[in-house]
């Protein structure tokens, strides 16, 4: 029985346990005595990139990496006396000074009657470096998310924020701790988490890829602001688990906004009333005055006995020449301020212009009226009017088109007014602002009206199939 107990405790043959089961596996593996390898496998050898023989004439430390050489010396120690039970990392260096990081395990046993160690380790460093840059990735990530002069929430689905950076401490008026645990409905109003929380619901569909949207928020001291927040989703293990939203503060640059509308819609107005004013001079005075001379010049062609026939030729191309020039006034005159539509409304003033544009002979025109057909205020049946009209200037003078048809469509909630042709189309910017650059300002002109009454505008093209204009008024 004591025999049995005493093989029992016998530390085991290194060199044995070595060579039956070290010899061939694919992690290093080494025998140490007295500070000097006895037996290494090839693995061990091609890690550490030395000679057979040079490793056996090494102390077992130097290849460690100069700064870990006390924790594997510790941690073998205690991995001797029976302290320890977890793998231990270190570093070392092979002989081309690549430093390479490796978890190792120590077995205590004997060498040829002598104490000794088994060692065994395997190469971890891919791991360890794709550990330290994704350290490094966090540490940058934090800086930037702490530095960054907008405001970050992140938050879980219901709402509740989860964490906020100092900026979003600045633009609600709340301590960074307050924020935290807090929910959105708590600095914003109503109207606008109800906003968030349908295009949340947007993004979990993914209805969207990308969202940009203004929201109203209330600050601790109960001042407001107006925000634009960008959202997306953050995924774990495939499902949607919160919402990180950039935010940033719009409320002067939408002041800003306001008034440059404001400014543009009194500009338009002036316009539309110096257009009113010389539309009325050419009626009343130009055209009335040329219709007069036509008069005079018609008066003396009667007395054609008193005349030359040369003379009476070339009275009657004169008055031809006036009655050109007339239509010329009246063309102008109406294309300024159109009677039409101060008169019998919108619909009639815009079949009246596809006729004169249908009279020119290269492009057929027309007015498509879907729904019955009412009055608006002034201001929007002027603003229609003219996006339509310079529509089909652009139809005229770019599009090559055969075909334009004007879209009015009237519902109980909108008007919807389409302009469309069938020319060669363009290809269109990300922003149409970008056309400004270019001179291209009919399309910029067109969207600023219909921003006047805070109505959508898109503008839809593709080369060779066309374009539409399109504009919705909310009634």
């Not at 049995?4 to 080494?30: C, N, S, Y």
């Not at 301590?175 to 109800?194: H, K, Q, R, W, Y």
């Not at 009655?323 to 619909?347: A, C, K, M, N, W």
């Not at 057929?364 to 009055?375: D, H, K, M, N, P």
Request: proline share 3%; aromatic share 6%.
């Amino acid at each position: 029985m004591s025999e049995r107990k005493r093989i029992k405790k016998e530390p085991p043959d290194l060199e044995i346990l070595f060579q039956t089961v070290f010899t061939r596996l694919p992690i290093g593996a080494f025998v140490v005595q007295n500070r000097k390898f006895r037996l290494f496998n090839p693995q061990f050898q091609k890690l550490l990139g030395y000679s057979a023989d040079e490793l056996l004439a090494m102390d077992c430390l130097e290849p460690v990496f100069p700064n870990d050489r006390n924790v594997v010396r510790d941690n073998a120690m205690k991995w001797l006396k029976g302290k320890c039970s977890v793998p231990y990392e270190y570093r070392y260096v092979n002989k081309d000074g690549k430093i390479c990081w490796v978890m190792e395990t120590i077995v205590p046993g004997q060498y040829r009657g002598e104490r000794a160690a088994l060692g065994y380790f395997v190469d971890i460093t891919e791991r360890k470096n794709m550990e330290i840059a994704l350290r490094e990735s966090e540490r940058r990530y934090r800086d930037l998310f702490n530095c960054a002069s907008d405001a970050i929430f992140v938050r879980d689905l219901k709402g509740n924020i989860i964490e906020v950076n100092q900026a979003a401490s600045t633009l609600t008026g709340y301590a960074v701790d307050e924020l935290v645990g807090m929910n959105i409905c708590g600095f914003l109003t109503p109207e606008s988490f109800e906003i968030a929380m349908e295009n949340q619901q947007r993004l979990l569909k993914g209805e969207a890829a990308s969202l940009r949207y203004d929201l109203e928020l209330v600050k601790k001291d109960g001042t407001r602001r107006f925000i634009e927040s960008v959202p997306r989703l953050i995924i774990e293990n495939g499902q949607p688990v919160g919402v990180q939203a950039i935010v940033r503060d719009i409320t002067e640059h939408r002041r800003t906004r306001q008034n440059m509308q404001f400014y543009i819609a009194e500009i338009t107005k002036a316009q539309e009333e110096e257009r009113k004013r010389i539309a009325r001079e050419l009626h009343d005075e130009t055209a009335q005055s040329l219709a007069t001379l036509s008069l005079d010049i018609e008066a003396i062609t009667r007395a054609k006995d008193q005349l030359s026939e040369e003379a009476v030729r070339r009275l009657e191309q004169l008055r031809a020449k006036i009655y050109s020039i007339t239509e010329g006034v009246r063309r102008f005159s109406h294309e300024l301020r159109p009677g039409d539509l101060d008169q019998v409304g919108l619909v009639p003033a815009l079949e009246l212009l596809t006729q004169q544009l249908s009279r020119e002979g290269k492009i057929t025109a027309r007015v498509e009226l879907i729904g019955s057909q009412r009055r608006l205020s002034a201001e929007t049946e002027m603003v229609l009017f003219r996006i339509a009209q310079e529509a089909l200037h652009n139809v005229r003078r770019h599009s090559q088109a055969t075909e334009a048809v004007v879209r009015v469509e009237f519902t109980q909630r909108k008007v919807k007014l389409n302009v469309i042709d069938n020319g060669c189309g363009f290809e269109l910017p990300e922003v149409l602002g970008d056309f400004a650059g270019k001179g291209k300002l009919g399309l910029i002109g067109m969207q600023e009206r219909a921003r006047l009454l805070n109505s959508s505008f898109a503008v839809r093209s593709q080369a060779g199939r066309g374009t539409t204009v399109a504009v919705e008024v909310a009634r």
